[in-house]
């Protein structure tokens, strides 16, 4: 279960710690498992000046928690300066301050936060049993009731440092310090709703504590004399009586000679002293007033940015920042279709840092850093890249991957980003259903729900062959084209599971031939068009097998594509960056838009432009999410083909055959392959199960076709236990439109043709 705070969210739980390192260990310990149950947690620890090994202890947990941040002191500052601290650099709406010796329970947090729920700015916890010493206990106690009741401070009376506070609250508290950072008198003073709550209390779990007993009186004084008028009151009277008592001692004397009347003028003058002393003691306040420029405390490391006022070094970084600017691109995805983009950002000179779930994903190896996160939390990844000054966030072929983009594009203000309709319309097939309807575009008959039982009834109104997949996968994942009604169950069941936000959408299955247009946008207009051939795979599962550009289209169809693609970005604001978007031409000749994404395309896209026209769309991609103008001059143009090598079977791949001879022909381009010997290889359902990317080029779409089948019947995968021949890959042709009733889709291998 996980809870939510009213109002802002998410919870930093923040300790202070000064030489702690018999207690930091169990400290970390419990307060990690105790804030396990919120949903968005930092864990802040303010070191103190710690001289006996503290830090390291902090910065083991950082490395292997990343809820972990850190400040510390360039020395000891107190506790009251590293709570400051703390407040200030504590980034989730919710802050509670816990003690790094564990005297308040970590899981009586709860009981605090249970207490904010029900509307209060501040919760102190008030100590049951304290278990200090009797004269903490009675100093305490005596300097807050004569606070309270002599000198009429607002203060929450037994409240500890132990306490959950609004942070927009706490930032504040601890901004406005009247000269003194006393936290207690503060909030009412401010107007906070704060309340208390009877908490356990326990001794020290370990160390000694750091109170003394000067440290109390200081403290009593600081709230006697930084929050109330009334002992400045009684010294302006106590002064006036005294002085007027001297006068009349003095008349008095010079009337009836000394005497008494010298020993009332000699104790008035011990009292005006002793006024003196206390007036002292107000200019020193006032004169610290005046000449606060210091924070009260100086950061020497952390892993969070520091504002530069409040760090040793921070002009020198400061300095540095400007210097070298934003230096990191963060690539989103680490696989086959995302290496590219790691390679060009180190080629412009760019660190690295790369993002995936698996960490054993190809793009681990290429990254400067590598964080295994799942590409889908924008706030985790941003939490990670405190030290990095980032330049561009891009992660292309991936749909799953680009609200985070944009999240974190807006988090960090790299220069440039997607509009969010266009985000929308990448990641959400409805919204992109209602863009074609909105431009008066063929639709085809879709539902989308997430129940299993009304999905099938409205399905079955779609008539076979369908289409069932996840709303908001990419890699069609969890996608099946179901012609067997009976079948159609377990593919609603499946795309649900595969989807994160359990919706799926079945369309009706738009017979006719397949294309993708790998676009980039400049400017407003449509810079660079590759309109491709699409050849699929069979039911159920219609991957991409390969592309060619040319596609065998007529012109005015390729004209009216074109049109329609400026349409679409026209209408999502779409002004600048890659775009690739799938579609079908009917043997009606209708052009039916399937799906769009603004990000450059998957299988390989990429490597086809630049054989086929010379074109570094990566590069260009990488250029304008830099804040640069991407070269889109395509230098040539040729007739080309991307082939996704695949095979039909299960087991472990042992080696390829006849690679070397492959490589040699001067119509091989490329032959990239994903897998190694040992790596296991399966049957290509999934688009996650690509072997490698083959290029071709000729003269004539008939040459490819020869070419192809040559370079498929010369490579031979050994695969254990048996041995496969790529050439007898399940693959069929959809270019040649067909009827689109189920006997007129292939359901069992066939080779198919790229059209002439
Ligand atoms: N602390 C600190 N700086 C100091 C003294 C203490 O950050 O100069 C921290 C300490 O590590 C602990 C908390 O403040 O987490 C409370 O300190 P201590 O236990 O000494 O105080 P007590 O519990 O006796 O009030
Ligand atoms: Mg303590």
Same mark, same amino acid.
């Given at each position: 279960?996980?809870? !939510?705070?009213?109002?802002?969210?998410?919870?930093? &739980?923040?300790?202070?710690?000064?030489?702690?390192?018999?207690?930091?260990? #169990?400290?970390?310990?419990?307060?990690?498992?105790?804030?396990?149950?919120?949903?968005?947690?930092?864990?802040?620890?303010?070191?103190?000046?710690?001289?006996?090994?503290?830090?390291?202890?902090?910065?083991?947990?950082?490395?292997?928690?990343?809820?972990?941040?850190?400040?510390?002191?360039?020395?000891?500052?107190?506790?009251?300066?590293?709570?400051?601290?703390? /407040?200030?650099?504590?980034?989730?709406?919710?802050?509670?301050?816990?003690?790094?010796?564990?005297?308040?329970?970590?899981?009586?947090? !709860?009981?605090?936060?249970?207490?904010?729920?029900?509307?209060?700015?501040?919760?102190?916890?008030?100590?049951?049993?304290?278990?200090?010493?009797?004269?903490?206990? &009675?100093?305490?106690?005596?300097?807050? *009731?004569?606070?309270?009741?002599?000198?009429?401070?607002?203060?929450?009376?037994?409240?500890?440092?132990?306490?959950?506070?609004?942070?927009? *609250?706490?930032?504040?508290?601890?901004?406005?310090?009247?000269?003194?950072?006393? /936290?207690?008198?503060?909030?009412?003073?401010?107007?906070?709703?704060?309340?208390?709550?009877?908490?356990?209390?326990?001794?020290?779990?370990?160390?000694?504590?750091?109170?003394?007993?000067?440290?109390?009186?200081?403290?009593?004084?600081?709230?006697?004399?930084?929050?109330?008028?009334?002992?400045?009151?009684?010294?302006?009277?106590?002064?006036?009586?005294?002085?007027?008592?001297?006068?009349?001692?003095?008349?008095?004397?010079?009337?009836?000679?000394?005497?008494?009347?010298?020993?009332?003028?000699?104790?008035?003058?011990?009292?005006?002293?002793?006024?003196?002393?206390?007036?002292?003691?107000?200019?020193?306040?006032?004169?610290?007033?005046?000449?606060?420029?210091?924070?009260?405390?100086?950061?020497?490391? %952390?892993?969070?940015?520091?504002?530069?006022?409040?760090?040793?070094?921070?002009?020198?970084?400061?300095?540095?920042?400007?210097?070298?600017? @934003?230096?990191t691109v963060v690539v989103l995805g680490g696989g086959e279709d995302?290496?590219?983009?790691?390679?060009?950002?180190?080629?412009?000179?760019? #660190?690295?840092?790369?993002?995936?779930?698996?960490?054993?994903?190809?793009?681990?190896?290429?990254?400067?850093?590598?964080?295994?996160?799942?590409?889908?939390?924008?706030?985790?990844?941003?939490?990670?890249?405190?030290? !990095?000054?980032?330049?561009? *966030?891009?992660?292309?072929?991936?749909?799953?991957?680009?609200?985070? *983009?944009?999240?974190?594009?807006?988090?960090?203000?790299?220069?440039?980003?997607?509009?969010?309709?266009?985000?929308?319309?990448?990641?959400?097939?409805?919204?992109? !259903?209602?863009?074609?309807?909105?431009?008066?575009?063929?639709?085809?008959?879709?539902?989308?729900? %997430?129940?299993?039982?009304?999905?099938?009834?409205?399905?079955?109104?779609?008539?076979?062959?369908?289409?069932?997949?996840?709303?908001? %996968?990419?890699?069609?994942?969890?996608?099946?084209?179901?012609?067997?009604?009976? =079948?159609?169950?377990?593919?609603?069941?499946?795309?649900?599971?595969?989807?994160?936000?359990?919706?799926?959408?079945?369309?009706?299955?738009?017979?006719?031939?397949?294309?993708?247009?790998?676009?980039?946008?400049?400017?407003?207009?449509?810079?660079?068009?590759?309109?491709?051939? @699409?050849?699929?795979?069979?039911?159920?599962?219609?991957?991409s097998i390969s592309h060619v550009v040319p596609a065998a289209l007529?012109?005015?169809?390729?004209?009216?594509?074109?049109?329609?693609?400026?349409?679409?970005?026209?209408?999502?604001?779409?002004?600048?960056?890659?775009?690739?978007?799938?579609?079908?031409?009917?043997?009606?000749?209708?052009?039916?838009?399937?799906?769009?994404?603004?990000?450059?395309?998957?299988?390989?896209?990429?490597?086809?432009?630049?054989?086929?026209?010379?074109?570094?769309?990566?590069?260009?991609?990488?250029?304008?999410?830099?804040?640069?103008?991407?070269?889109?001059?395509?230098?040539?143009?040729?007739?080309?083909?991307?082939?996704?090598?695949?095979?039909?079977?299960?087991?472990?791949?042992?080696?390829?055959?006849?690679?070397? =001879?492959?490589?040699?022909?001067?119509?091989?381009?490329?032959?990239?392959?994903?897998?190694?010997?040992?790596?296991?290889?399966?049957?290509?359902?999934?688009?996650?199960?690509?072997?490698?990317?083959?290029?071709?080029?000729?003269?004539?779409?008939?040459?490819?076709?020869?070419?192809?089948?040559?370079?498929?019947?010369?490579? #031979?995968?050994?695969?254990?236990?048996?041995?496969?021949?790529?050439?007898?890959?399940?693959?069929?042709?959809?270019?040649?439109?067909?009827?689109?009733?189920?006997?007129?889709?292939?359901?069992?291998?066939? #080779?198919?043709?790229?059209?002439?």
């Amino acid at each position: 279960m996980t809870w !939510h705070l009213p109002g802002p969210s998410g919870l930093t &739980a923040m300790v202070p710690c000064y030489n702690e390192i018999d207690c930091i260990d #169990r400290c970390y310990t419990e307060i990690a498992r105790e804030v396990d149950r919120y949903d968005d947690v930092e864990i802040l620890f303010v070191d103190d000046g710690s001289s006996d090994g503290t830090l390291e202890r902090i910065k083991a947990f950082a490395a292997q928690d990343d809820r972990v941040k850190y400040l510390s002191f360039s020395r000891n500052f107190g506790l009251e300066a590293a709570f400051t601290a703390g /407040f200030k650099y504590a980034s989730k709406g919710w802050t509670v301050q816990l003690d790094a010796d564990l005297q308040s329970p970590p899981a009586e947090m !709860h009981r605090l936060v249970e207490r904010a729920r029900e509307g209060y700015d501040v919760v102190f916890a008030i100590r049951r049993d304290r278990s200090d010493a009797w004269w903490r206990r &009675a100093g305490t106690h005596a300097h807050q *009731v004569i606070a309270a009741h002599l000198l009429g401070i607002e203060i929450p009376l037994g409240a500890s440092v132990f306490r959950v506070v609004r942070t927009s *609250v706490a930032h504040k508290i601890v901004e406005t310090r009247m000269s003194t950072p006393y /936290f207690l008198a503060t909030a009412p003073l401010l107007g906070a709703r704060y309340a208390v709550e009877p908490t356990d209390h326990s001794p020290r779990q370990g160390g000694s504590g750091k109170w003394r007993l000067h440290h109390l009186v200081m403290h009593a004084v600081e709230l006697f004399v930084g929050f109330s008028y009334r002992p400045l009151m009684a010294l302006e009277v106590t002064a006036a009586t005294l002085s007027l008592a001297l006068v009349l001692a003095l008349l008095a004397s010079l009337w009836v000679g000394s005497g008494p009347v010298q020993v009332l003028g000699a104790a008035a003058l011990a009292g005006l002293l002793g006024l003196q002393a206390m007036t002292a003691r107000y200019l020193i306040r006032v004169m610290r007033v005046q000449a606060r420029t210091f924070p009260g405390f100086q950061v020497r490391e %952390s892993n969070i940015p520091v504002r530069p006022e409040e760090h040793l070094y921070g002009y020198e970084m400061q300095e540095q920042m400007s210097t070298h600017a @934003r230096d990191t691109v963060v690539v989103l995805g680490g696989g086959e279709d995302q290496i590219p983009a790691y390679r060009e950002a180190r080629r412009l000179g760019y #660190r690295v840092v790369g993002v995936d779930l698996r960490p054993d994903c190809l793009g681990a190896q290429l990254a400067d850093e590598f964080l295994a996160i799942t590409t889908r939390d924008p706030d985790r990844i941003a939490g990670r890249l405190d030290h !990095h000054r980032v330049a561009a *966030v891009i992660s292309p072929a991936s749909d799953a991957a680009q609200e985070a *983009v944009a999240a974190l594009c807006d988090k960090l203000g790299t220069a440039h980003r997607v509009p969010e309709g266009a985000v929308r319309a990448s990641v959400d097939k409805t919204a992109f !259903h209602e863009v074609l309807r909105a431009l008066g575009f063929a639709t085809y008959p879709a539902v989308h729900g %997430s129940d299993r039982e009304t999905l099938r009834r409205d399905a079955g109104r779609l008539g076979l062959p369908v289409v069932v997949k996840p709303t908001d %996968s990419s890699g069609s994942k969890g996608l099946t084209c179901v012609t067997d009604a009976a =079948e159609l169950d377990a593919a609603i069941v499946r795309a649900l599971d595969g989807s994160p936000s359990r919706t799926v959408v079945i369309e009706r299955l738009v017979a006719g031939s397949h294309h993708t247009a790998e676009c980039f946008i400049v400017g407003g207009e449509l810079a660079h068009a590759a309109i491709t051939e @699409r050849t699929l795979t069979g039911v159920p599962h219609l991957n991409s097998i390969s592309h060619v550009v040319p596609a065998a289209l007529p012109e005015p169809i390729v004209v009216r594509v074109r049109e329609m693609i400026a349409e679409v970005t026209a209408h999502l604001g779409l002004t600048d960056g890659p775009l690739n978007v799938d579609f079908v031409v009917t043997p009606q000749a209708d052009i039916v838009l399937i799906e769009m994404g603004a990000r450059l395309g998957g299988n390989g896209m990429p490597l086809l432009s630049r054989e086929a026209f010379g074109l570094n769309t990566v590069e260009a991609a990488l250029r304008l999410a830099l804040g640069q103008t991407p070269d889109l001059r395509a230098t040539r143009q040729q007739v080309a083909m991307l082939h996704i090598l695949h095979v039909d079977r299960e087991g472990t791949l042992i080696g390829v055959d006849g690679e070397q =001879e492959v490589r040699a022909r001067p119509e091989v381009r490329l032959l990239e392959l994903f897998k190694r010997p040992g790596e296991r290889v399966r049957p290509y359902t999934q688009a996650n199960e690509k072997l490698g990317y083959l290029v071709i080029v000729a003269p004539t779409h008939d040459e490819l076709r020869r070419v192809r089948d040559e370079v498929l019947a010369t490579l #031979r995968w050994q695969i254990a236990p048996d041995l496969i021949d790529l050439a007898d890959a399940d693959e069929v042709g959809e270019a040649d439109p067909g009827p689109a009733d189920a006997a007129a889709l292939p359901t069992h291998p066939t #080779r198919g043709g790229i059209p002439a």
